[in-house]
């Protein structure tokens, strides 16, 4: 049997129950809302997940030797990575592609086929491990940027009236180019 | 075969109990407790800087002292609930708008998926109609006689120290941007209750450091990073040295001039911090073009008002302090620049707070004559409806060319468009300035934009994770006209935005960068003497093939 052509056909019972699964790690009430609202808009969260796991379903049809190359996967996992999961919760989704194609595709694939499929989804696995540490590393660079940028907020700078009564009644104004140093 | 079940899932991947795992809270929101845990909450005000505000305003901070939310004790006033009660019972009295928003939701659910901390988490405490519920609780628990009779069962509870945290938790997860307002169908404004919330919150000392810093450098030194009037001052010839290098054109602004026409006020983070600092050059330039009579102010130099988002008396104090200047100054109106919060402060709060401002002139542009009736009472102009009637009247010399090396796409700060209703003037200056301009969905600009998720004194490196959350419907927007026009600028009118949309576009979007609009002003103004530009005002290479 063809895996192509089996998982070509099983596409939209597998992807919309892994869609499903993925959107209820979510509240109840993000689930809900994540999954009825269309508009990618209003919807980022829900349109992300739809879009990444669509494209990492119709990498596995196309060829199940190769890594995923679209946007959609990394998005996924850039949303994810940043959202109140732990690095494994965050990334879990991938293996449940695994029990997915088996119970609705089981019956028309033989062992060989499931092999190739489970050694596929574990190369896809490892790829979005990838995505996600480069997502964390990319967050902490943000955030050190953004330090350096705002070094001038981190201030616990004295105020002028203190900096004059410091240097005794003889200082000058405070608007003053010689007015000193900051203190 | 059975079902994919989360216990598979709980052997194989996750072995601790998870969202993975079944986890996902499913008890009454009520029962679900709050956890702290780094980078979930913003750190609490410094000892020191408590102190300070503590002698400002007795009674409104609590008690200073070292803390941490992590900590079960929060070393709270032992009386800290009927403090709480108290305050809020003088709250209800005092602000009508309280008192009707605790009273009139119906619960229709409107609000429920715009907010943008929902939006990008999924947490229902996130749903803007369970925030206010999250006092709306305590309200008719401690108020209302039903509340007090049936409890739980209309939904009142009772003031605890749970409850304490939730709030803490969640009127720090919210940016008063009011989107969800525009969608509720008895405009009750969440802005406001989480307002109340943190009002609430000062009260009993639970407080946060990037909110009570700024605010304290701004009663002390006039801004939020504490500069004082020299460094300031100074700062501004820097810029003025650079576009000197820039376009050949000296600039020698004044300080705390009296007598000068106009006072411009503007965040300090225009005079300091990248982006900012091209955004001040832009306004350095266009007073330059036009041969405006203005002054800066070394005391007015902050228009940034962290007091919106500590308790109605610091804003009152910090608002004041503009019109003081301007006073002092002798000047006939003010001019404010690229500033969010400032002019959602002017637009709401001034005019019964501080105004009107009887002493100032009604607003008149002396360039082309137009008088701004907007600002009739607060007698301050928005330097985009400024720059917009400038260009109208042919007054401005541009050449967007020079913006070539920009594909634009415009962000409606919260304040500016649904806090002053400023939508169509940014828009009408940037039509003029750059040669490619496009709108992200409808959905998610003018009064239905999307906060840049780190408003209110949220803009804080120690929460980097949750700011990308919810800045996660904006930059999905931004992605969009990026991927589709190859659009590589966002340009808005407000400091912060431009801090923390820099920090949102280097996460999601990292090829689009951030601006001002008056930078973009900047760049196209065709000086009169000028040398041939070479490159724009951050010294960044100009398309190929632009003359200037």
Known sequence: ?183 | MADTKVDVMKEKVVKEPSLMTGAVPTQDWMDVPVVFKPGNYCYPGKKSIMEYHCKQFPGLFGEPREWSPEDDDWKLPENWQEIILNGMRERLDKFRSFKIFMDCCVRCGACADKCHFFLGTGDPKNMPVLRAELMRSVYRGEFTKAGKLLGRMVGAREMTFEVLKEWFMYYYQCTECRRCSVFCPYGIDTAEITMMGRELLHLVGVNINWAMEPVANSNRTGNHMGLQPHTFKENIGYLCDDIEDITGIKIEPTFNRKGAEVLFITPSADVFADPGIYTAMGYLLLFEHIGLDYTWSTYASEGGNFGLFTNNQYMKKLNAKMYAEAKRLGVKWILGGECGHMWRVVHQYMDTMNGPADFLEVPKSPVTGTVFHNAASTKMVHISEFTADLIRHGKLKLDPSRNAHRKVTWHDSCNTSRGMGLLEEPRYVLRNVVPEFHEMPENTIRESTFCCGSGTALNTSEIMDLRMRGGLPRANAVRYVADRYGVNTLACVCAIDRATLTALMQYWNPDVEVCGLSELVGNALVMEGEKERETGLRFEELATGNEG
């Not at chain 1, 099983?10 to 509240?27: C, F, P, R």
């Not at chain 1, 990838?130 to 350096?148: G, N, Q």
């Open chain 1, 1 to 183: 049997m063809n895996i192509e052509k089996v998982l070509d056909q099983k596409k939209t019972d597998i992807l919309n129950a892994w869609i499903k699964q993925v959107l209820g790690t979510y509240s109840a009430d993000g689930a809900r809302i994540f999954s009825n609202e269309r508009d990618r808009f209003a919807n980022p969260v829900g349109h992300n997940v739809r879009a990444g796991l669509t494209e990492i379903y119709e990498a596995l049809v196309a060829d199940q030797t190769a890594p995923v190359t679209g946007e959609a996967s990394f998005k996924l996992v850039q949303v994810r990575a940043v959202q109140e999961f732990s690095p494994s919760e965050a990334l879990s989704f991938i293996f449940l592609l695994k029990e997915l194609v088996r119970r609705e595709a089981g019956a028309e694939l033989d062992h060989a086929a499931l092999e190739r499929i489970d050694r596929a989804v574990d190369r896809m696995a490892l790829q979005l491990f990838d995505h996600y540490m480069a997502c964390r590393e990319r967050l902490f660079r943000v955030r050190l940027e953004e330090i350096e940028r705002n070094r001038f907020l981190v201030t616990d700078g004295g105020c002028p009236s203190r900096f004059l009564r410091n240097r005794g009644n003889t200082a000058t104004p405070a608007g003053s180019a010689d007015a000193g140093p900051d203190a």
